[in-house]
T-cell receptor, first 115, second 117 residues
Framework: GNSVTQMEGPVTLSEEAFLTINCTYT??????LFWYVQYPGEGLQLLLK?????DKGSNKGFEATYRKETTSFHLEKGSVQVSDSAVYFC??????????????FGKGTKLSVKP | DGGITQSPKYLFRKEGQNVTLSCEQN?????MYWYRQDPGQGLRLIYY???????QKGDIAEGYSVSREKKESFPLTVTSAQKNPTAFYLC????????????????FGPGTRLTVL
């Protein structure tokens, strides 16, 4: 079946450090892949997405590339800020059967950035 | 402004009581979803609806019920049969028909935190 595995946190970094949050997936077919971000006490916001192999999603300095050969969608940012402190979720969309369009989420990775 | 609203933000209920969480969207989206979030467990799907007057059970539907009488509304009732209802509940919606590329992004409301006393 479909599943998403992302690195467990918490991840603590100093401001301006390089960020990588690993995400790998198992899926039938060709799902779309997403990164969502959740700030404390809020809902999820879409950070970026990719819909096919080798696509790169990017937003606010974050990037992730859809790698079909390694079934990965790792999130990266070259220089994190204190305001990036949040929980990050990797997700894929089911693309078959009656549950088309449903998302499967990883467990989330909490990022804390220290000044 | 277009968006998804959930009310109330915080909800307290006594054991044995049913409670209904509101979710409204003015995005003209076809599909709507309810998720439950517990610490360290990510999001788990409770119910979803891809069209008005139709809905499907998700992965953890026991103890919950929904209705979809209007396109813009998808209320969730947490019944007394739900053994551990204290959690953060998130509603989401998605445009277009299932499976169509470009319409698989879900947009989330701000959430309702339910606490059972």
């Amino acid at each position: 079946g479909n599943s998403v595995t992302q690195m467990e946190g918490p991840v603590t970094l100093s401001e301006e450090a390089f960020l990588t949050i690993n995400c790998t997936y198992t899926a039938t077919g060709y799902p779309s892949l997403f990164w969502y971000v959740q700030y404390p006490g809020e809902g999820l916001q879409l950070l970026l997405k990719a819909t096919k192999a080798d696509d790169k999603g990017s937003n606010k300095g974050f990037e992730a590339t859809y790698r079909k050969e390694t079934t990965s969608f790792h999130l990266e940012k070259g220089s994190v800020q204190v305001s990036d402190s949040a929980v990050y979720f990797c997700a894929l969309s089911r693309n078959y059967g009656g549950s088309q369009g449903n998302l499967i989420f990883g467990k989330g990775t909490k990022l804390s950035v220290k000044p | 402004d277009g968006g998804i609203t959930q009310s109330p933000k915080y909800l307290f209920r006594k054991e044995g009581q049913n409670v209904t969480l509101s979710c409204e969207q003015n995005l003209n989206h076809d599909a709507m979803y309810w998720y439950r979030q517990d610490p360290g467990q990510g999001l788990r799907l409770i119910y979803y609806s891809q069209i008005v007057n139709d809905f499907q059970k998700g992965d953890i539907a026991e103890g919950y019920s929904v209705s979809r009488e209007k396109k813009e509304s998808f209320p969730l009732t947490v019944t007394s049969a739900q053994k551990n209802p204290t959690a953060f509940y998130l509603c989401a919606s998605r445009p277009g028909l299932a499976g169509a590329r470009g319409t698989d992004t879900q947009y989330f409301g701000p959430g309702t935190r339910l606490t059972v006393l």
